[in-house]
């Protein structure tokens, strides 16, 4: 079988896509391999930080998704006994990002932004409906099992980046671990039409709500707000999944107010875990497929994103001849490392912050009581302290 000059990329999602559109763009030929008949339409992130709207702009993503999202300059921190304890606003750190603000869209709409411009541009193929089964690399290439309509087929590349979720074939396909944990509580996410900002005065796009009990958080995409609840582990899923419970829950939001229109609730399973190596010869894992946390403070696809373009630079460099095979080994070194030091860490202390509403209210008034206490937490929200890490790793 002749081996194709190109990058084959298991998976169409956000980080697959972000990563087909950057090597595009650098003039590397790309395959991907996306199992599903067409992109994916679940509801799940909607956060886009600041430094990830900073790298979509060089791919021509971020003004269409601005169009078609929230921009949100400020979130809030709330506690069930005493409403708003702390405002934090992206302005205090406009020096570091020309996009100090959120936006807030389903990562529907940027592999929708993504597909539409890369389709028709010489160096791009995607293939729906294949779904990676097997890898096998050597010296100079990777072998892909693809299983498409019932029959498999091979295809030999250059290089293969792993971008294929949570449950990734390719990480399994070649035996990389994927240590840490899941937690025993699950997620409720349910979404309403409902008009919050006419009950709640001041309510910004972005709330978390700290109860010892039953934390949540609040968050706006266009025409709904999704809101994200806690379910501890002695709740059946069945008992969740009713009516009932979901509208038991949304009735906690606002005393006196219920029977909300709900427009759909997804139950999530919740979990802590980093691959063993993001780089094994000539395959690379990059965002869930590498790394999955739990959602608080929207760190997952925006990881994965940031695991995109920091190795796509790196194989951009190498497929020209501007940078050896060291340079590769550098994509593991820095997303591997910040991803334990920075990513899970914060998404754990975040979970822990909201389940102790008093001293997580101390915290953030001491935080917003110090000019560089805030910015320096600004940074770290942000995800911006994540990539200046990163650049440190070396
Ligand atoms: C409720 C919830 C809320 C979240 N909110 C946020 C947030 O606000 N901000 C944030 O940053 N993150 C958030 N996340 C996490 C975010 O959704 C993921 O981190 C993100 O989807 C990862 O993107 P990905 O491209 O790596 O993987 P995926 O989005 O899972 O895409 C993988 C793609 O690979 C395809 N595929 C799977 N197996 C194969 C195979 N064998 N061969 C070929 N293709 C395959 C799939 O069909 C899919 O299209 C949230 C997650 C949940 C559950």
Redesign the pocket.
Known sequence: MSIQNRVFI????????VAAAKLVRAGVPVTV????AE??T????????PPTLDMLEALGATQPLIAQGLVAPAFQYRTKKDGLVAQFDFNAIADATTHPYRVQAE?SKLTRILLDRLNGQSGFEIEFN????AVAQDKSSVTLTIERNGATQSHSGRWLIG????????RRALGIEFDGFTWPDR?L?VSTPFDFHAVLPGLTSVNYVADAERWYFL?QIPGLWRV?FLIKEDISDEQIRTHEFAQSLMATIIPGLGNYEISHT?L?KVHQRVAKTFRLGRTFL????AH?NN?LG???????IHDAINLTDRLADVWHGRAGDAELDRYDTQRRLVTLETIQTQTIQNKKNLESPEPFKQSLQQIKADPKRTYDYLLRVAMIATLRRAEELG
């Open positions: 298991a998976g169409a999602g956000p980080v697959g896509l391999f996306e199992a599903g992109l994916s679940e509801s799940r992130a909607s956060t886009f930080h990562q294949s779904r990676v089964q971008a294929d979720g949570a449950s990734s074939s390719v997620l996410v968050l994200m997804t999530y990059a965002g869930d497929a999955i959602p929207g760190m997952g696809m925006n990881g994965g």
